[in-house]
């Protein structure tokens, strides 16, 4: 039986995940990671997404990008195909890596955009690896809150927009809302 397609909307934002097969681990090293941010950075310059957040865990990722057009599924094909095989050359293995097909849902309002904000930056913490968001390394949150270096294709105002006109207040807003317990 095939698979429904995906009805993609230009200009939508969507909140994206993709896990290794059999929940397994993705990314190993740290060059595993930096060839990841280094693909999303060649996919969202080539098709012209905006990437609001990305957060790379150990089994999987996840990633908010808005696509000006509907090219979602053509750029999440590309980034996890060419990661995958780049992957298992460095890994010697064969096979699948990712599982099911990439998950998405757009967010059809201000509101989901907030919780998905949030629940983005905080999965570091959930999955052990960190106790605070900032403290994830893998993760654009800290950049976003200007506490490391900003990647020149990310998106925060993206983001910030959603919680202020003004940059030094939005981030103190966006701070509040995601570290808040």
Not at 95 to 106: E, S
Not at 116 to 128: E, Q
Not at 133 to 145: K, R
Not at 155 to 177: K, N, S, T, W
């Amino acid at each position: 039986m095939a698979r429904r397609l995906r009805f993609l909307e230009p200009n939508g934002i969507y909140h994206l995940n993709t896990s290794g097969v059999n929940r397994g681990a993705v990314f190993v090293t740290r060059e595993d990671r930096l060839r990841f941010v280094t693909l999303l950075e060649r996919v969202v310059r080539r098709l012209g997404w905006l990437c609001q957040e990305y957060c790379l865990l150990t089994t999987h990722f996840h990633l908010v990008v808005q696509t000006p057009e509907p090219n979602l599924s053509r750029g999440m094909h590309w980034l996890n195909g060419v990661y995958a095989q780049s992957f298992n050359r460095r890994h010697e293995r064969e096979g699948h890596l990712f599982g099911d097909r990439f998950h998405a849902v757009q967010a059809l309002n201000d509101g989901h955009l907030l919780e998905v904000t949030r629940y983005v930056a905080r999965n570091p913490i959930r999955a052990g690896l960190c106790r605070e968001p900032s403290e994830w390394e893998w993760s654009s949150y800290g950049a976003m809150i200007a506490h490391r270096a900003p990647l020149a294709f990310m998106d925060y105002d993206g983001v910030l927009r959603r919680f202020g006109q003004r940059r030094g207040a939005a981030i103190r807003a966006v701070r509040a809302f995601v570290e808040e317990p």
